[in-house]
């Protein structure tokens, strides 16, 4: 598609019957946001986005006059599904259980989220714990559900070597836009340790110098993992290691939000875990004074 | 003359007021119900066009969009009272960050302007 002198890319859509939501046009509203996945859109045409929406390319059309060619897809587009290999499928709990993959050429960045497809019909989400600098394959927690379809059939049928296939990276909860003396604060619960995992490896090989807490909540202490591997980083590396279980009164969200509220306006969170408890966690930084852009999430819901 | 938008210091204005601005509001008993379960990113992106169109920047406001968007808080029971609320909030705002009266002023009216179409009249 070519522009017309003085024309945005936005209304180069239109113009060719591309539908393409949009209101403000003005660079306000952000509901025209597209994503470039070749070629650099120009800065001003990403004002008002994150830092992460940047790096990952986004940008708004009804602001957007190119000066080189861009091509560009809908903002969730996770691009065609690509063949990976199971390398290993091991517990880390009594019901979470790790599964590393290898495929060829999968860019992303730690925190993010791929989907993965099991088979025709069958694929769920789940946030990468890996890092590509360090990790030759690509890891994600699962729980698993006794019923869950995706938990079955990994439980029952798949195995080291096996084929299936996986899309995206998709999710803006990764290392970016943090300044590296600023405070750094992680808390999620349950799985929602994968991404937390990722972003805190990444955080610390990138040589973040503030100080860092990762507070995991689970309902007792059958559901923490990943304990002696981060009790053994945190003393290697220097952050806080804050296991918070139910059972002996650690709601993890009350435990880091009266920690974390009166340093909440100078520090960058990354939320991870169940839909209410990021909301809450969201809602209560936020009026702490935590500004919105410092504050990353991944919420997880629930699929059969 | 420059615009009212411009006098206040355009988009920077706008970003550092959006978000104390949104503090305020969801703080606010009066209103806060009209919040329950939103999603907050998407809300300060919407107040940051609301509040670009109450300092008189750049938007092409159109009163079917602001009908669109609270005909579902008009149908929980949104009234002049919290519409009355949230220009007083604004104005709260607007003195924190230190705008000068006359200002404050003209960005009520220009909120105020809006009322009808935001109660569904």
Redesign the interface.
Known sequence: MTLSPGETVLEALLRAGVETPH????G???CCMLRAIDGAPPEESQ??LTDAQKALGFFLPCICHPTAPLKVVAPDDAGAPQEATIRAIEPLSEDVVRLRIETENFSYRPGQFLELIAEPGLSRHYSLASCPEEDAFLEMHIRLHPNGRMSRRLMADLRSGDKLHIAGPRGTCFYEGVAADQPLTLIGAGTGLAPLYGVLRDALRQGHRGPIRLYHGARDSKGLYLTDELQALAHARDFTYLPATLDTGGDVAALALAAEAPRAAHTAFFLCGGENLVKRL??DL??AGA??KAIRSDAFTPAG | MSSLYERLGG?KAV?AAV?LF??KV??DGRIARFFDGVD??DQ???Q??FL?MAFG????YTGL?MRNAHKRLVAKGLNDSHVDAVIENLDSTLRTLGVPEKEVREVATLANSVRDDVLGR
Not at chain 1, 23 to 26: D, F, I, Q, T
């Open positions: 209101s403000c046009r003005a306000q509203c952000q004002r008002g969201k809602r936020f009026m500004s919105m | 988009e970003n978000e949104y503090r969801l703080a907050m990113e300060i992106a919407k940051k066009s670009t920047g750049p938007n092409s969009d």
